[in-house]
């Protein structure tokens, strides 16, 4: 048995490592509460650099990055008293964020005092998740001589030796009083004794409750696959030093073993390794089963990684052959996202009566018209809502649910909807009157970034249309052939032009745009732009609209050889960045980096 002594130095040894940062003796004055609106960088060694976090309601919690770019980084350095902001840091792992995301869609003059001060959202109204997490990094503060001992907190770190101590009581076994006993799932009934005993520390597993190491306990058995069960000794070792190497062939089963015990910070790490291989399976079985593997094991991180993949792909998993396997789930959850990329809302209709045709019986009426509320009728083309009687489906089986529909859709085209607003029972926040992502012509163009012009801009022009062809014909449209260009060039522009608003209202209304890839300060320059890396690339409306309920929130999707969607970015001041010190940063890799610029064109009402 452990003496006193030993406990009460094995828990401060734990306590220590639990907190994941230096320990700090601050001999002259208690650091003050924090108070509402404070904001702190949190993850680095360096003070002037972090994880941007505002306290708020008594938590501290994040910012999305959407948006961000220097004129908020400025607001927090100059919030926390540094000279200024040198950069923005999208998609860099400070660590753990457990807290709520406080702040989105964050848009700064530059010239706050407080970042609460500026314009956003809401308190905690979001799209994102802590894998946006925005941090910045700032100019440090110049040495001040007059600093008093009142002023100073003196730093001791000691801890870089806490996970090897650790790991080496783990490996010794000394004074372990808890067992546990690993009993290999064959798939028949359980025979027999546990072929493998791990000897464990009470104190160290007592932070998981689920291991249920209380007082009363002296043992727990774990049933364990054949595959899984070489990783779990590794798996226990992780929780006294908080490290392991990971591959391919043990993400699953960390990740399987961390969510059975509850140890988060290797869940949703070994989570996001999932990432890597979403890409890689065209048939889109493996996303599938990640999706429904993630809803078993609470995972939300990989949830929504894997649903994430599937909204911004969703033409390739419509041509899958894991798409008439889909659960009512999984197409209810797509049906609900606003980041669909689809050619347009008919598209989605045609896809949804397919698959409801295909389940046949097995699907029933409730759920079936469940699915069809989640269908945004109002941003159906209206040349296709005249269709819909004679070539849907479904409409004869579910013709109140199509009338009701194709109604509010006529009334969305035909009247003004700053018309509708004195009408009490519209409600314009309703997702059926907001745009997915629609890449259909005129509504996106395609730039290949590593064809770049020279000095004047080259103009490609793409012929606008809209609709007319058969959900067979929708695909992703090749990039169209150019003439050598060459290797020193630096810009290249595209004109197109769309209509103001997809409403019948706005057929004959139309804007131009331009859309440019920069890769040089130069190119940037010549537009009086300031670039932080390349390739930037810029959306910019050449005329009025004339119209101030109408607001764009275009889109820029970074495509990966032409086969899938890698990222995708929003506009901010035309500018969308998608690339950190001249690397781009995607939510799934690309092989080779092999990128393609769309840009997206989303007008939507205010």
Excluded at 397 to 417: C, R, T
Excluded at 546 to 557: A, D
Aim: with cysteine.
């Amino acid at each position: 048995m452990l003496t006193h002594q030993k406990l009460c130095a094995l828990w401060l040894l734990v306590l220590v490592l639990d907190t994941g940062s230096a320990f700090k003796l601050s001999f002259f004055k208690r650091k003050p509460e924090p108070q509402e609106g404070e904001v702190r960088l949190f993850g680095s060694k360096n003070a002037s650099e972090g994880r941007v976090e505002v306290y708020h309601e008594g938590e501290w919690g994040t910012v999305c990055d959407d948006g961000w770019d220097l004129a908020e980084a400025q607001v927090v350095c100059r919030q926390l008293n540094f000279p200024g902001a040198k950069s923005v840091v999208i998609g860099k792992d400070y660590g753990e964020a457990n807290g709520p995301i406080w702040l989105d869609d964050m848009k700064c003059e530059g010239t706050e005092k407080r970042l609460s001060s500026c314009s956003f959202l809401n308190w905690a109204v979001t799209d994102c998740s802590h894998k946006e997490d925005v941090g910045v990094i700032c100019e440090p503060a110049t040495t001040d001589t007059n600093m008093t001992p009142v002023d100073a907190t003196y730093s001791l770190d000691h801890t870089f030796s806490l996970s090897d101590e650790l790991g080496q009581i783990f490996d010794r076994g000394n004074g372990c009083d808890f067992l546990i006993l690993l009993r290999i799932e064959t798939g028949l009934q359980e025979e027999g004794s546990p072929e493998t005993t791990i000897c464990t520390h009470k104190l160290i597993l007592s932070k998981f409750p689920l291991f249920n190491a209380s007082e009363e306990t002296t043992s727990i058995t774990v049933s364990i696959s054949q595959a899984c069960q070489p990783h779990f000794t590794s798996f226990i070792r992780y929780i006294y030093t908080r490290k392991v190497d990971v591959t391919f062939s043990s993400v699953q089963c960390l990740h399987w073993m961390a969510s059975k015990f509850g140890v988060k910070p290797l869940m949703e790490v070994t989570g996001r390794l999932f990432t890597k291989i979403l890409p890689e399976d065209a048939s889109f079985h493996t996303q599938v089963s990640l999706y429904e593997y993630a809803n078993e094991t609470g995972d939300l991180v990989l949830q929504e990684n894997c649903m994430q993949f599937l909204a911004w792909n969703y033409q390739n998993l419509n041509k899958s052959p894991a798409w008439t396997s889909l659960s009512f789930e999984v197409l209810q959850a797509l049906l609900s996202r606003s980041d669909l990329v689809v050619p347009d809302e008919y598209f989605v209709l045609q896809t949804l009566e397919s698959w409801i045709t295909e389940k046949g019986n097995s699907t029933s009426m409730e759920s079936q018209v469940d699915l069809l509320s989640r269908i945004r009728f109002p941003m159906i083309p209206a040349e296709k809502l005249y269709e819909l009687q004679s070539k849907s489906s479904l409409y004869s089986i579910h013709k109140d649910v199509y009338h009701e529909n194709i109604f509010k859709a006529f009334e969305f085209n035909i009247l003004l909807f700053s018309s509708r607003l004195s009408d009490t029972k519209f409600n314009k926040e309703d997702d059926c009157y907001h745009p997915r992502i629609y890449i259909t012509k005129p509504w996106s163009t395609d730039i290949d970034p590593s064809r770049i012009g020279e000095t004047d801009p080259v103009q490609l022009h793409y012929p606008s249309y809209m609709g007319g062809r058969r959900y067979s014909d929708y695909r992703y449209q090749p990039i169209p052939t150019i003439p050598p260009i060459s290797p020193r060039s630096r810009t290249i522009t595209e004109s197109f032009s769309t209509p103001i608003h997809n409403s019948l209202i706005f057929q004959d209304k139309t804007v131009q745009w331009k859309a440019n890839v920069l890769k040089s300060q130069q190119g940037c320059s010549r537009l009086s732009l300031t670039c932080n890396s390349f390739p930037a690339a810029r959306l910019s409306l050449q005329s009025s609209t004339g119209q101030r309920n109408v607001l764009f929130r275009n889109r820029l999707l970074v495509m990966c050889q032409d086969k899938y969607v890698s990222q995708v970015q929003d506009f901010k001041d035309n500018m969308a960045h998608t690339t950190v010190n001249d690397t781009h940063i995607v939510s799934y890799p690309c092989p080779e980096a092999q990128f393609t610029y769309r840009f997206v064109v989303r007008p939507d009402y205010n």
